[in-house]
């Protein structure tokens, strides 16, 4: 159960108004930011649980906005499949409340995150090799989404090495994300990881989230989503090493 103190409820709510600017100017990162925010805050089981609801409606939002939902859900559906196996296995690592071990994970998948964002050049997968990758790449990011709440790696790498036109991309992200969050919450919720006020304060949480995403949407035309993006990157890794060295402080 989290304290939710009018100091704690203001942060809360600045970090998903802020974490829903990244996404309304870049197409994703409000779960990667909420977590990486709030992780620093709270441990990152509570940081989970007020994640779930944001999280869930932003990316439901981003995945009906594409047409190719059909197609892109027949051809991902393995990957789908082991995300939801892999973060039922992690789940119980994040649920267990050790936040030494959790703290430096979280740390750690959000500096790879950045990193391999800000450094590695543009990847391209064969399609002949798509069938066993996508499940393999899909339980990875299972494992991690389990274990640290953030839904990105490998997946979104993955996910941009396949070539697809860029409203299959943020479609398929969006479906990606979504299935991370329901598989977390059904995770999460099997090991009693979280109460009611959790889900009612997570719920709360989408109108700043919300509000976020229309102002970034707005910010997009008035500033260059690149420089933007390379930015917050920086500060995803700044923030990533502190969080993974923490607990050895």
């Given at each position: 159960m989290i304290d939710l103190s009018p100091t704690l409820i203001a942060a809360i709510a600045a970090t998903f108004f802020a974490a829903?600017?990244?996404?309304?100017?870049?197409?994703?990162?409000?779960?990667?930011?909420?977590?990486?925010?709030?992780?620093?805050?709270?441990?990152?089981?509570?940081?989970?649980?007020?994640?779930?609801?944001?999280?869930?409606?932003?990316?439901?939002?981003?995945?009906?906005?594409?047409?190719?939902?059909?197609?892109?859900?027949?051809?991902?559906?393995?990957?789908?499949?082991?995300?939801?196996?892999?973060?039922?296995?992690?789940?119980?690592?994040?649920?267990?409340?050790?936040?030494?071990?959790?703290?430096?994970?979280?740390?750690?998948?959000?500096?790879?995150?950045?990193?391999?964002?800000?450094?590695?050049?543009?990847?391209?997968?064969?399609?002949?090799?798509?069938?066993?990758?996508?499940?393999?790449?899909?339980?990875?990011?299972?494992?991690?989404?389990?274990?640290?709440?953030?839904?990105?790696i490998p997946a979104v790498p993955y996910l941009q090495a396949l070539g697809l036109a860029k409203d299959d991309l943020i479609q398929v992200l969006g479906l990606s994300f979504t299935v991370s969050t329901l598989a977390l919450a059904a995770g999460l919720g099997a090991r009693g990881a979280f109460s009611p006020e959790t889900l009612g304060a997570s719920a709360a949480a989408v109108v700043p989230a919300l509000a976020g995403m229309w102002a970034g949407q707005k910010m997009r035309a008035l500033i260059s989503p690149q420089a933007f993006r390379r930015w917050f990157l920086v500060g995803l890794l700044l923030l990533g090493l502190e969080m993974a060295i923490r607990p050895l402080l």
């Open positions: 829903g600017v990244v996404k309304g100017v870049t197409g994703m990162g409000l779960p990667t930011v909420a977590m990486g925010v709030l992780g620093a805050l709270l441990s990152p089981l509570a940081a989970a649980g007020l994640l779930l609801v944001p999280s869930f409606v932003t990316n439901v939002w981003q995945l009906l906005a594409g047409p190719g939902f059909g197609p892109l859900a027949r051809r991902l559906w393995p990957m789908m499949a082991a995300i939801v196996a892999g973060t039922a296995l992690g789940a119980a690592w994040l649920a267990s409340g050790d936040t030494g071990p959790t703290t430096t994970a979280l740390g750690c998948a959000l500096v790879a995150y950045a990193a391999f964002t800000l450094l590695a050049r543009q990847l391209a997968v064969p399609p002949r090799i798509e069938p066993w990758l996508s499940p393999l790449i899909g339980g990875a990011t299972g494992l991690v989404t389990g274990g640290t709440g953030v839904f990105v």
